[in-house]
């Protein structure tokens, strides 16, 4: 049941996101065009260099729109397909709501990813000379490391995005046990458990710079320059997509709660 | 075994009661109607059965079992609202349900659907209010459930439309087969009713044969509403 939903929700959520993924394609490719014409004499004016200007702009959104979208479909979708009207058809299938909620989650964390390539297939339009050993030559090669580094911030990321739309959810099921203004109760909840994850996250780094070996960096905590500063990284890295994810894990577990005890479709 | 039992339920929402206590048994095989003004408690005693509401007091079983998985796979539920996506088309729509509904006969929908001279690949946010709700007809009574839930089936529809819709209905349900259909379209359905339930601002002032209530008092289903429900 898992894959069939997942299909659906996929789809659903493909459905809103691919025109903004044809546009990260080809404004790019303009952008290449209006640097391949600026030098001839007739573009050689300060009307078109606003032009361009003002494409670069709107290029820079499209890139902020990639990653900032497939976050507000999801979260769209979700409301609408749970809490509106179509919830009357999501939540009367024979679907556990356990899975109805995880597939949802994930189909927001495969269009992240498919944003991902595009954001990346868009710069490598861009910039001809772009490319992932450029990206990363910032990194030092240790005892090759790096790649496991990397796939180490991939994965923050994601647990990120993953406690954000989990997150999302559990607030929005927060504000439907309202009889009235449940938009505005679900806004409230969320910024409710921000400020609680935040005060949390105080606590934890605070618990981490008590332990932390000072001396070692008491020249200033300039990640990844030491041996000893690049296992402090690689810990605090892989703690903070631990924490994502089990906080993630925690309002998946408590939404579906919800949903299972005080759905309130009035 | 009862297809559906409700005991003591209540529900309320703030200080609004919107059912009060109420016990409900319906038997197998039956066609049920659902009567009560706006507000008397229809529609939340419908989402209760469909596990889209939970109860303050009180258990919801059907066919002994609380509302979750296996009911969701006997009960086929019509909601009084467009619940589809409106950007799928009504051929999405019905994989969809073929899909979910292991009961669902893809060849019957296909059937209806050409009655109503709906198109397979009309997106369902092109179509009228009125076709949206033949399409979620269709697609609910082609399954082969023991228990159909049906919330205000006819309201969006013209009343010319109204005797093809209950006629679709009653061709298309098994009789093992229960029909709860709530309405306050009385006259339209009254001719198929085998039971009634009268629900009074939360309470069940009726539940009995309609046969029998005719006969008894002499009037028809839709008279004894009016009298009962007289402002």
């Known amino acids: 049941m898992l894959g069939l939903r997942l299909k659906y929700d996929c789809k659903a959520l493909f459905r809103m996101v691919w025109p903004l993924y044809i546009v990260g394609i080809v404004l790019p490719i303009g952008i290449r065009l209006f640097h391949w014409i600026q030098d001839l004499p007739l573009f050689d004016s300060f009307v078109f260099e606003m032009i361009s200007l003002m494409y670069g702009g709107i290029y820079f959104f499209s890139l902020v729109a990639l990653v900032i979208w497939p976050i507000v479909v999801t979260v769209r979708d979700f409301f609408n397909t749970m809490l509106k009207d179509e919830g009357y058809l999501t939540n009367t299938l024979p679907v556990s709501r356990n899975i109805l909620f995880l597939s949802k989650e994930l189909a927001g964390l495969i269009i992240f990813c498919l944003s991902g390539l595009v954001l990346m297939l868009s710069l490598w339009i861009l910039s001809s000379d772009f490319s992932f050993e450029v990206m990363f030559a910032g990194l030092p090669i240790q005892d090759g490391r790096t790649i496991g580094f990397i796939i180490l911030m991939v994965l923050m990321i994601l647990a990120s995005f993953y406690q954000s739309i989990t997150m999302f959810f559990l607030s929005m099921m927060l504000g439907q046990l309202h009889r009235l203004h449940k938009g505005l109760f679900s806004v409230v909840y969320y910024f409710v458990i921000s400020f609680g994850l935040q005060i949390l996250a105080l606590i934890l780094l605070m618990i981490f710079a008590y332990f932390v070996d000072n001396f070692h960096l008491e020249q200033g905590f300039t990640l990844f320059v030491t041996s000893y500063e690049w296992v402090v990284g690689m810990m605090l890295v892989g703690a903070l997509t631990i924490y994502n994810f089990v906080l993630g894990g925690i309002f998946h577990s408590v939404g579906v709660w919800i949903s299972n005890h005080k759905l309130n479709l009035e | ?231």
């Open chain 2, 1 to 231: 075994m009862s297809i559906l039992e409700l005991k003591n339920i209540t529900k309320k929402f703030g200080s609004k009661v919107a059912l009060d206590s109420i016990h409900v048994t319906l038997q197998p095989g039956k066609i049920v109607g659902l009567l009560g003004t706006n507000g008397s408690g229809k529609t939340t005693m419908i989402k209760l059965i469909n596990d889209l509401l939970t109860p303050d007091q009180g258990t919801v079983q059907i066919n002994g079992k609380k509302p979750g998985i296996d009911t969701k796979k006997i009960v086929s539920y019509l909601p009084e609202r467009s619940y589809l996506d409106p950007g799928m088309t009504v051929k999405e729509a019905l994989r969809l349900f073929s899909d979910f509904y292991a009961d669902f006969d893809r060849k019957k929908a296909e059937g209806l659907l050409q009655e109503f001279s709906i198109s397979l690949d009309s997106r369902i946010k092109t179509l009228s209010k009125g076709t949206r709700e033949k399409v979620q007809l269709v697609l609910v009574m082609s399954r082969k459930a023991k228990l159909f839930v049906l919330d205000e089936p006819m309201a969006g529809v013209d009343p010319a439309a109204r005797d093809h819709i209950l006629d679709t209905i009653l061709s298309s349900y098994d009789e093992e087969a229960t029909i709860l259909i709530s309405t306050h379209l009385i006259a339209d359905v009254e001719r198929v009713l085998d039971e009634v339930i009268f629900l009074d601002h939360g309470k069940i002032t009726r539940q009995e044969d309609a046969d029998e209530l005719r006969i008894r008092t002499g009037k028809s289903i839709d008279q004894i509403f009016r009298e009962d429900f007289r402002c």
